[in-house]
């Protein structure tokens, strides 16, 4: 079996690109871009480190005032 000669073959074929209009490519970004814009509004709905820290903070100290109702006389 013989191997190949990559640097001969790409020597010999031209490498032929077609470009792309401006018209495709703007709507690509636009495409890009108003995904992009949906993600970064979806992140500003979930709750961050921070959000979930104080939350479990409030949980524990209810679920401390539960407990002590239920042995106060």
């Known amino acids: 079996m013989k191997g190949l000669d990559l640097k001969d073959k790409t020597s010999q074929e031209e490498v032929k690109t077609k470009p792309q209009d401006s ?3 703007t709507k ?3 495409n890009l871009q108003t995904q ?3 993600m970064n509004e979806e ?3 979930s ?3 921070q959000d979930l820290t104080k939350l ?3 949980q ?3 679920e401390h005032d539960v407990e002590e ?3 106060s006389p």
Do not use: D, V
């Open 23 to 25: 018209s495709s490519t």
């Open 28 to 30: 690509t970004l636009n």
């Open 36 to 38: 992009l814009n949906a």
């Open 43 to 45: 992140l500003k709905k």
């Open 47 to 49: 709750p961050t480190t």
């Open 56 to 58: 479990q903070g409030q």
């Open 60 to 62: 524990n100290k209810l």
């Open 69 to 71: 109702f239920k042995t």
